[in-house]
């Protein structure tokens, strides 16, 4: 009898930085952001696409489901599982602390743009929510031709901006962007995608 | 296959409610689901390339009808053609 062969899996890492884009097209059922060969958004598919600039250490990228275990008094092990709620985000800390666009997008809820000749602001105050379709798209280490997408079609950043301003150290503002469902999608496809391109 | 935008819909349509109506129906076609106008900037584009080709073609047929024209649309953008090309 032989062993069986281990699969480490090397080939299928992330490692190398990746581009945060906002602003994106909704892709219909069954369908995937439009990229263009160097791995950003098509911009005929994407015709408002917004890039979030660099970051302090790339983004982080979350997808967590919390359950509810049901249990029978004679078991001890939980006999029943379900998903009572799911959170999925992208996370990154972005340098563009001064681009008030970009401030925009951050202060969903809150913040509002306004400019003229010698000032471009951000006013806070209370307003109307806003979402948008967001994705961080990074190259596979395997064929540095080929992308991998995190998409979520519905989110907000909730983290608010929290940057400082120092002589020794470069400031970064913490984003989180949350995903809200699109409720009306088919129920397997409402929050987001994680998807990557294949030969 | 361009996005469609709420904004090109106001341009094609000359009416902004007649506009909405297109957008929605596209937006059912192609299961994108029923977004509201609750994205930054309003609507958000919708990604009609990455439909099957009578889902592209049944949207252009939306605007076509939305325009008054009734014969339906002749031609669709293939989406492979439009993929992958330059900026």
Redesign the interface.
Same mark, same amino acid.
């Given at each position: 009898m032989a062993g069986t062969a281990p699969n480490w899996r090397v080939a299928a890492r992330a490692l190398g930085e990746g581009q945060l884009w906002a602003n994106l097209a909704i892709p219909g059922a069954g369908a995937r952001l439009t990229l263009h060969t160097d791995g950003t958004p098509e911009s005929v598919a994407n015709p408002n696409a917004f890039h979030l600039g660099a970051t302090k250490s790339g983004a982080k990228l979350m997808v967590k489901p919390t359950r509810q275990d049901f249990f029978v008094d004679e078991i001890t092990a939980p006999v029943d599982t379900i998903i009572t709620a799911m959170e999925s985000a992208i996370a990154a800390e972005l340098v563009g602390v001064t681009d008030m666009d970009l401030l925009e997008l951050l202060t969903s809820g809150f913040g509002t743009l306004s400019s003229a000749s010698g000032y471009e602001e951000i006013s806070f105050g209370t307003k109307a929510d806003t979402f948008t379709s967001i994705a961080h798209i990074f190259p596979t280490r395997e064929d540095p031709t080929k992308f991998a997408v995190w998409h979520l079609y519905k989110a907000m950043n909730d983290a608010g901006l929290d940057f400082g301003s120092a002589k020794k150290e470069m400031s970064f503002t913490p984003v989180n962007f949350k995903s809200y469902a699109i409720s009306t999608r088919a129920a397997v496809d409402q929050y987001g995608k994680y998807w990557k391109q294949a030969a | 296959?361009?996005?469609v935008?709420i904004e090109d819909l106001k341009k094609e349509l000359g009416d902004e409610s007649a506009a909405r109506a297109a957008y929605a129906k596209i937006a059912r076609i @192609?299961?994108?689901? $029923?977004?509201g106008s609750?994205?930054? $900037?309003g609507l958000?584009? !919708? $990604?009609?390339? @990455? !439909?099957s080709e009578a889902?592209q073609k049944r949207a252009l047929e939306v605007i076509s009808e939305a325009k008054g024209e009734p014969e339906k649309a002749k031609t669709t953008d293939k989406?492979a053609d439009?993929?992958?090309?330059?900026?």
């Open positions: - | 296959m361009k996005a935008t @192609g299961g994108f689901g $029923d977004i609750e994205f930054k $900037d958000p584009a !919708l $990604d009609v390339g @990455g !439909l889902k989406p439009k993929k992958q090309e330059g900026k």
